[in-house]
């Protein structure tokens, strides 16, 4: 079975400031895909940036970037020039290929909270 | 893209009762996914709701607990049986969409709570 661990459970930054936030992930798997999601209070779950494992470069989505390290299993997130909004849960989430295609294992979480 | 809708947005429910939870996606699906969040936890797949043959559920869910059903590709129902205030959660529908790169959506959640 996989496991996701996120041992940050919160983490503070300033607005315009870098925050990165650590995920590693425990598999024998070589097929699959790793995704950073966001739940703002809302609790709308919005996918962030997913990354393939067979591709070397790194996953980005505008202030979104990944440092994907595959023999080091892990999958940190970095938001640059943080932005209020950016205030919201971020889970770290694992999905095997293809048999368990659409079956997300996810950490436990890191609450990012940006502050003017 | 999907855009999903749930129905109830939230409920609070007693002890003992039921609650159906419907899922609408504005697109035909193969798979939906129904998740459970516990308060200040993270998500927990509760099964994978295929159209035309039984839901499979994950290991810790079961039928008579967590009935699925699924008539058509673009909707899907979870009821949450004989409740009791452990299953107070947050209840998320989403869909996989495997295209050029894989697409795994979630709809807005229904929250329940259970008294």
């Known amino acids: 079975a996989q496991t996701v661990t996120q041992s940050q459970p919160e983490m503070s930054v300033q607005e315009a400031e870098t925050v990165t936030l650590s995920c590693t992930y425990d598999?024998?798997?070589?097929?699959?895909?790793l995704f950073w999601y966001k739940q703002p209070p809302s609790r709308q779950m919005i996918l962030v940036i997913r990354q393939e494992a067979y591709k070397q470069q790194n996953a980005t989505e505008n202030r979104f970037s990944v440092n994907f390290q595959k023999a080091a299993k892990s999958f940190s997130l970095k938001i640059s020039d943080s932005q209020l909004g950016d205030t919201a849960m971020y889970f770290c989430?694992?999905?095997?290929?293809?048999?368990?295609?659409?079956?997300?294992?996810f950490g436990a979480g890191t609450q990012v909270v940006v502050t003017p | 893209s999907a855009v999903i809708s749930q129905k109830p947005s939230r409920d609070i429910c007693q002890r003992g009762t039921s609650l159906t939870i419907q899922c609408q996606v504005d697109?035909?699906?193969?798979?939906m996914f129904w998740y459970r969040q516990q308060p200040g936890q993270s998500l927990t797949l509760i099964a994978t709701a295929n159209q035309g043959s039984e839901a499979t559920y994950e290991s810790g869910f079961v039928i008579d607990k967590f009935p699925i059903s699924r008539p058509n590709l673009t909707f899907s129902t979870l009821t949450v049986s004989n409740m009791s205030p452990e299953d107070s959660s947050i209840y998320l529908c989403?869909?996989?969409?495997?295209?050029?790169?894989?697409?795994?959506?979630f709809g807005p959640g229904t929250r329940l709570t259970v008294t």
């Open positions: 598999t024998s798997e070589n097929n699959y895909y």
């Open positions: 989403s869909v996989g969409i495997e295209g050029a790169r894989i697409e795994q959506y």
């Open positions: 697109s035909q699906v193969t798979m």
């Open positions: 989430a694992f999905m095997k290929r293809p048999d368990s295609w659409g079956k997300l294992q």
